[in-house]
């Protein structure tokens, strides 16, 4: 049975890539593969860096507060 209507697709029957779309894509692979590696690495830069800057602080200036009403409590009756 033929299909009614043929219609105009980059891909095969069985949905893999045609060779026109190969064509289509072999300008702009070098650019786009550079332009991935570059985002990957600016990525991972900026993870790097702030792992970095952040194993740097210890975090001395910040106040710990005092444990709730509640936990001392609980202990002082655990003591009795």
């Known amino acids: 049975m033929a299909r009614p209507f043929q219609r105009s697709s980059y891909y095969n029957e069985d949905n893999r890539t045609g060779l026109s779309l190969l064509r289509a894509r072999r300008p702009f692979l070098v650019k786009n593969a550079i332009t991935g590696l570059s985002l990957f690495g600016m990525c991972v830069g900026i993870y790097a ?18 444990p709730p009403k509640t936990a001392q409590l609980l202990e002082a009756k655990k003591k009795e």
């Open 49 to 66: 860096w702030t792992i970095h800057a952040i194993a740097q602080d210890d975090f001395e200036d910040v106040p710990i507060p005092d």
